[in-house]
């Protein structure tokens, strides 16, 4: 089992940056693919970013390509989301989430581990 705790949400302007981080338990981190979903006020959770175990691959949502990285440091058990050129449209709770595979069509019911989410709001 693993558990994950996400942290670097805030209220920043629109155009600013955020970097979010996920620190995950258990020794299937280094092993795992790993992705993060965010979730709209009266909208259901998508998926934004996914990274291989190795940190080799990646797949982004068209809504976040370009402007979002996500990044992953096995020897910290940590995954990392940097968010540029926020818009308000990115304000969500975002969710780190440990996947069975790496897919570009990754859905909620893929995801094997939840973390808590961190808010994350973009005014204008």
């Known amino acids: 089992q693993m558990q994950l705790v996400e942290s670097g949400g805030g209220l920043v302007q629109a155009g600013g940056s955020l970097r979010l981080s996920c620190a995950a338990s258990?020794?299937?981190?280094?092993?795992?693919?790993m992705g993060w979903f965010r979730q709209a006020p009266g909208k259901e959770r998508d998926f934004i970013a996914a990274?291989?175990?190795?940190?080799?691959?990646?797949f982004y949502a068209d809504a976040v390509k370009g402007r979002f990285t996500i990044s992953r440091d096995n020897t910290k058990n940590t995954v990392y989301l940097q968010m540029n050129s926020l818009k308000p449209e990115d304000t969500a709770v975002y969710y780190c989430?440990?996947?069975?595979?790496?897919?570009?069509?990754?859905?909620?019911?893929?995801?094997?581990?939840w973390g808590r989410g961190t808010q994350v709001t973009v005014s204008s």
């Open positions: 990274i291989s175990w190795s940190g080799g691959s990646t």
């Open positions: 258990g020794r299937a981190f280094s092993i795992s693919a």
């Open positions: 989430a440990v996947l069975p595979f790496l897919s570009s069509k990754l859905t909620v019911d893929n995801v094997v581990y």
